[in-house]
Protein backbone atom coordinates (compact mmCIF):
# COMPACT_ATOMS: atom_id res chain seq x y z
CA UNK A 1 0.00 0.00 0.00
CA UNK A 2 1.79 3.10 -1.17
CA UNK A 3 1.85 5.96 1.06
CA UNK A 4 3.50 9.80 2.67
CA UNK A 5 4.93 8.82 6.05
CA UNK A 6 5.18 11.77 8.48
CA UNK A 7 7.41 11.23 11.55
CA UNK A 8 5.50 12.39 14.39
CA UNK A 9 1.24 12.78 14.86
CA UNK A 10 1.48 15.60 17.75
CA UNK A 11 4.03 17.45 18.90
CA UNK A 12 4.52 19.76 21.62
CA UNK A 13 7.14 22.37 21.49
CA UNK A 14 8.20 25.69 22.88
CA UNK A 15 8.48 28.99 21.45
CA UNK A 16 11.76 29.50 20.18
CA UNK A 17 12.48 26.11 19.35
CA UNK A 18 14.14 24.80 16.11
CA UNK A 19 11.70 22.40 14.68
CA UNK A 20 11.97 19.50 12.06
CA UNK A 21 8.78 17.81 10.39
CA UNK A 22 9.83 15.09 8.47
CA UNK A 23 7.90 13.63 5.57
CA UNK A 24 8.65 10.44 3.60
CA UNK A 25 7.11 8.97 0.23
CA UNK A 26 7.62 5.39 -1.18
CA UNK A 27 6.12 6.10 -4.27
CA UNK A 28 8.99 7.45 -6.57
CA UNK A 29 6.52 10.84 -6.94
CA UNK A 30 8.70 13.86 -8.15
CA UNK A 31 6.51 16.14 -5.99
CA UNK A 32 6.30 17.29 -2.79
CA UNK A 33 4.68 19.68 -0.79
CA UNK A 34 4.01 20.79 2.69
CA UNK A 35 0.65 22.89 3.93
CA UNK A 36 -0.83 23.88 7.08
CA UNK A 37 -4.58 23.24 7.41
CA UNK A 38 -6.10 26.17 9.94
CA UNK A 39 -9.91 26.42 10.29
CA UNK A 40 -11.71 28.56 8.10
CA UNK A 41 -8.81 28.79 6.21
CA UNK A 42 -8.18 25.41 4.73
CA UNK A 43 -5.00 24.00 3.62
CA UNK A 44 -2.49 26.69 2.77
CA UNK A 45 0.50 26.10 0.69
CA UNK A 46 3.86 26.81 2.58
CA UNK A 47 6.42 25.00 0.18
CA UNK A 48 6.95 22.63 -2.51
CA UNK A 49 9.40 20.40 -4.36
CA UNK A 50 9.55 19.00 -7.77
CA UNK A 51 12.88 17.56 -7.70
CA UNK A 52 15.53 16.79 -5.46
CA UNK A 53 17.38 20.09 -3.99
CA UNK A 54 14.79 22.19 -5.79
CA UNK A 55 12.74 24.25 -3.59
CA UNK A 56 9.97 26.90 -4.29
CA UNK A 57 8.33 29.24 -1.79
CA UNK A 58 4.38 28.83 -1.34
CA UNK A 59 1.77 31.16 -0.24
CA UNK A 60 3.07 31.43 3.86
CA UNK A 61 7.06 30.82 3.76
CA UNK A 62 7.56 33.31 6.33
CA UNK A 63 9.47 31.33 9.42
CA UNK A 64 9.49 28.38 7.70
CA UNK A 65 12.72 26.72 5.41
CA UNK A 66 12.35 23.42 3.72
CA UNK A 67 15.48 20.65 2.91
CA UNK A 68 15.02 17.89 0.27
CA UNK A 69 18.14 15.61 0.00
CA UNK A 70 17.00 12.83 -1.10
CA UNK A 71 13.84 12.02 -3.72
CA UNK A 72 11.47 10.59 -1.05
CA UNK A 73 12.19 12.61 2.18
CA UNK A 74 10.83 16.32 2.06
CA UNK A 75 11.92 18.23 5.70
CA UNK A 76 9.79 21.04 6.76
CA UNK A 77 11.98 23.47 9.33
CA UNK A 78 10.38 25.46 11.76
CA UNK A 79 13.49 27.76 12.80
CA UNK A 80 12.06 29.74 15.78
CA UNK A 81 8.89 28.46 16.41
CA UNK A 82 5.85 30.71 17.53
CA UNK A 83 3.02 30.57 18.89
CA UNK A 84 1.08 31.38 15.77
CA UNK A 85 2.54 28.07 13.98
CA UNK A 86 0.36 25.95 16.26
CA UNK A 87 -1.36 24.30 13.46
CA UNK A 88 -1.78 20.94 12.08
CA UNK A 89 0.41 20.44 8.95
CA UNK A 90 0.07 18.01 6.09
CA UNK A 91 2.85 16.34 3.91
CA UNK A 92 2.00 15.75 0.06
CA UNK A 93 3.24 13.95 -2.86
CA UNK A 94 2.53 13.79 -6.49
CA UNK A 95 3.71 12.58 -9.68
CA UNK A 96 3.15 14.25 -12.89
CA UNK A 97 0.39 16.35 -13.84
CA UNK A 98 -2.30 17.24 -10.86
CA UNK A 99 -4.74 15.23 -12.56
CA UNK A 100 -4.11 12.46 -10.50
CA UNK A 101 -4.35 14.21 -7.30
CA UNK A 102 -1.81 14.46 -4.46
CA UNK A 103 -1.58 11.45 -2.09
CA UNK A 104 -1.67 13.06 1.78
CA UNK A 105 0.04 12.17 5.08
CA UNK A 106 -1.79 11.63 7.98
CA UNK A 107 -0.43 15.16 8.94
CA UNK A 108 1.53 16.42 12.47
CA UNK A 109 -0.63 18.29 14.94
CA UNK A 110 2.21 21.09 16.28
CA UNK A 111 1.63 22.77 19.43
CA UNK A 112 3.71 25.57 20.50
CA UNK A 113 3.49 26.42 23.89
CA UNK B 1 -7.12 36.02 -2.30
CA UNK B 2 -8.59 32.62 -1.95
CA UNK B 3 -9.55 31.71 -5.26
CA UNK B 4 -11.43 28.72 -4.34
CA UNK B 5 -13.98 29.52 -2.23
CA UNK B 6 -16.26 26.48 0.04
CA UNK B 7 -18.79 29.04 1.23
CA UNK B 8 -20.69 26.59 3.49
CA UNK B 9 -18.48 25.58 6.37
CA UNK B 10 -20.79 23.27 7.46
CA UNK B 11 -23.66 20.98 5.91
CA UNK B 12 -25.98 18.45 7.69
CA UNK B 13 -28.47 15.90 5.75
CA UNK B 14 -30.31 12.61 6.92
CA UNK B 15 -29.22 9.22 5.84
CA UNK B 16 -30.73 8.03 2.63
CA UNK B 17 -30.64 11.76 1.35
CA UNK B 18 -28.79 13.50 -1.03
CA UNK B 19 -25.79 16.06 -0.10
CA UNK B 20 -24.87 18.51 -2.27
CA UNK B 21 -21.78 20.48 -1.69
CA UNK B 22 -20.98 23.60 -3.75
CA UNK B 23 -17.58 25.35 -5.07
CA UNK B 24 -16.94 28.47 -6.49
CA UNK B 25 -13.54 29.73 -7.80
CA UNK B 26 -12.18 32.57 -9.63
CA UNK B 27 -9.19 31.86 -11.87
CA UNK B 28 -10.16 30.82 -15.56
CA UNK B 29 -6.69 29.14 -15.78
CA UNK B 30 -7.95 26.00 -13.75
CA UNK B 31 -8.00 22.96 -15.65
CA UNK B 32 -8.56 20.46 -13.74
CA UNK B 33 -10.83 20.17 -10.31
CA UNK B 34 -11.03 17.66 -7.41
CA UNK B 35 -12.42 16.84 -4.40
CA UNK B 36 -10.93 15.25 -1.01
CA UNK B 37 -12.70 14.01 2.05
CA UNK B 38 -10.84 14.08 5.41
CA UNK B 39 -11.37 12.40 8.61
CA UNK B 40 -10.31 13.83 12.00
CA UNK B 41 -6.61 12.72 12.76
CA UNK B 42 -6.33 11.82 9.09
CA UNK B 43 -5.06 13.09 5.59
CA UNK B 44 -7.58 14.33 3.14
CA UNK B 45 -7.83 11.15 0.59
CA UNK B 46 -8.75 12.18 -3.12
CA UNK B 47 -12.39 11.48 -3.60
CA UNK B 48 -13.12 12.35 -7.66
CA UNK B 49 -11.93 14.75 -10.31
CA UNK B 50 -13.17 16.50 -13.41
CA UNK B 51 -11.62 17.91 -16.72
CA UNK B 52 -12.63 21.14 -17.51
CA UNK B 53 -13.27 20.04 -20.73
CA UNK B 54 -16.33 18.02 -18.93
CA UNK B 55 -19.55 18.91 -17.16
CA UNK B 56 -19.97 16.00 -15.35
CA UNK B 57 -18.08 12.74 -13.80
CA UNK B 58 -19.32 10.04 -11.99
CA UNK B 59 -18.15 7.30 -9.69
CA UNK B 60 -21.04 5.42 -7.68
CA UNK B 61 -22.26 7.68 -5.01
CA UNK B 62 -20.04 10.44 -5.74
CA UNK B 63 -20.86 12.62 -8.54
CA UNK B 64 -19.40 15.97 -9.72
CA UNK B 65 -20.97 18.61 -11.68
CA UNK B 66 -18.78 21.78 -13.43
CA UNK B 67 -20.34 24.69 -14.65
CA UNK B 68 -17.35 26.93 -16.33
CA UNK B 69 -19.74 29.64 -16.97
CA UNK B 70 -20.49 30.22 -13.56
CA UNK B 71 -16.74 29.03 -12.41
CA UNK B 72 -18.97 26.57 -10.00
CA UNK B 73 -18.64 23.14 -9.27
CA UNK B 74 -20.47 20.68 -6.98
CA UNK B 75 -20.22 17.01 -5.30
CA UNK B 76 -23.34 15.12 -5.42
CA UNK B 77 -23.53 11.99 -2.78
CA UNK B 78 -26.79 10.25 -2.88
CA UNK B 79 -27.28 8.23 -1.09
CA UNK B 80 -25.48 10.00 1.91
CA UNK B 81 -24.58 7.63 4.49
CA UNK B 82 -23.44 8.34 8.34
CA UNK B 83 -19.70 7.00 6.71
CA UNK B 84 -19.39 10.03 4.37
CA UNK B 85 -19.23 12.50 7.37
CA UNK B 86 -16.04 14.12 6.98
CA UNK B 87 -14.45 17.49 6.12
CA UNK B 88 -14.79 18.26 1.97
CA UNK B 89 -11.86 20.33 -0.11
CA UNK B 90 -12.46 21.30 -3.01
CA UNK B 91 -9.77 21.78 -5.52
CA UNK B 92 -8.50 23.61 -8.80
CA UNK B 93 -5.32 22.80 -10.40
CA UNK B 94 -3.98 24.72 -13.47
CA UNK B 95 -0.02 25.00 -14.47
CA UNK B 96 1.38 22.93 -12.03
CA UNK B 97 -0.41 25.07 -9.38
CA UNK B 98 -3.21 23.59 -7.31
CA UNK B 99 -5.44 25.74 -4.55
CA UNK B 100 -7.42 24.43 -1.82
CA UNK B 101 -11.09 25.19 -0.40
CA UNK B 102 -11.57 25.95 3.18
CA UNK B 103 -13.65 23.10 3.52
CA UNK B 104 -17.23 21.55 4.35
CA UNK B 105 -18.10 20.08 7.30
CA UNK B 106 -20.66 17.36 6.35
CA UNK B 107 -22.53 15.53 8.95
CA UNK B 108 -25.32 12.43 7.92
CA UNK B 109 -27.38 11.50 10.74
CA UNK B 110 -28.65 7.96 10.97
Known amino acids: DVKVTQSSRYLVKRTGEKVFLECVQD?????MFWYRQDPGLGLRLIYFSYDVKMKEKGDIPEGYSVSREKKERFSLILESASTNQTSMYLC????????????FGSGTRLTVV | DQQVKQNSPSLSVQEGRISILNCDYT??????FLWYKKYPAEGPTFLIS?????DKNEDGRFTVFLNKSAKHLSLHIVPSQPGDSAVYFC?????????FGAGTRLTVKP
Open chain 1, 92 to 103: ASSSGQNHYGYT
Open chain 1, 27 to 31: MDHEN
Open chain 2, 50 to 54: ISSIK
Open chain 2, 91 to 99: AASGNNDMR
Open chain 2, 27 to 32: NSMFDY
